[in-house]
């Protein structure tokens, strides 16, 4: 069971604003993304404790530090996103929104599955992002996850070699993050938990399903437009271009935060079924 305490709470609230401040300023977070993060962070930190913190942190960190590496170079492909580098409200609550229910999750019924299943959704949500910010740099065109068909780069539902490697890496990251934290910690006596061995593997695993799922759902069933006046596939249900574009297939109201939420979900299930396994 995970105690919780005003002293806590507020310890949560402080690192939040100062993380969302920092992503303001550094342009990785826009308005209504720093009130999420605010929000979500809170949650997060205060309910779960400082484990769930860190994770967060490193997820933010390495997601900001990739998303500036060779951005030159992605832009030309990224402008067909649905959003720019520059993470919303939206954003911020389909990346954390399922960290701050499994928080709750924690504290109120004293779930142990919870962490295992944070570890995991968060593992997907930084796959995603590295995948996606390594992916586009790939020099060979992606290959439609379905059909196997090269697609432009930028496609929704494409995947080369060099994004799924990301991916792998993105989840190990969470993982080793957990490992790095709980060895910290160990110097001011906190003790290790059971499992922990298996937190990269976990973390791996969560991390490749969902960006494996992510990928799926972008090839099937993500609301996809066509921009007539640029004669491109694009994410936007409005165009950079200022064109108002035509939904090309998928569903309208699964646009790619709740695709990026899906996918967490998909991330934090395969890691929860690996921890019961392993226990
Ligand atoms: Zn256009």
């Not at 002293?7 to 826009?30: P, V």
């Not at 490193?58 to 580098?85: M, T």
């Amino acid at each position: 069971m995970v105690e919780w305490s005003i002293g806590r709470a507020a310890a949560g609230l402080g690192l939040s604003l100062a993380i969302a401040w920092a992503g303001y300023r550094l342009k990785a977070l826009s308005h209504s993304g720093a009130v999420g993060a605010i929000l979500i962070g809170t949650l997060i930190m205060g309910i779960g404790g400082w484990l769930w913190g860190w994770l967060l942190v490193a997820f933010f960190v390495s997601s900001s530090v990739l998303s500036r590496y060779r951005s030159a170079d992605k832009a030309a492909v990224q402008v067909e996103f649905a959003k720019g580098g520059r993470r919303d409200g939206g954003q911020v609550l389909a990346n954390g929104g399922l960290g701050a229910i499994l928080a709750l999750c924690s504290a109120v019924i004293g779930a142990w599955w919870a962490f295992p299943a944070y570890l995991g959704a968060m593992a997907a949500v930084n796959a995603d992002t590295w995948a996606t910010e390594l992916g586009v740099l790939s020099r060979r065109a992606p290959r439609l996850i379905t059909t196997g068909r090269p697609v432009p780069p930028g496609t929704s539902g494409g995947v080369t070699a060099l994004g799924l490697v990301a991916a792998l890496a993105g989840g190990l990251f969470i993982g080793l993050a957990a490992w790095v934290g709980q060895w910290i910690a160990s110097f001011v006596g906190v003790s290790w938990p059971p499992g922990i061995t298996w937190w990269p593997l976990w973390a791996a695993a969560g991390g490749v399903a969902g960006a494996l799922f992510d990928s799926l759902l972008g090839a099937t069933v993500q609301g996809v437009y066509y921009c007539e006046r640029c004669r491109k596939e694009t994410e936007r249900s409005f165009h950079h271009c200022g064109t108002r574009t035509r939904r090309l297939r998928g569903w309208a109201w699964l646009n790619n935060d709740w695709v990026n939420f899906l996918s967490s979900l998909a991330g934090g299930l395969i890691a929860m079924e690996l921890a019961i396994w392993f226990r």
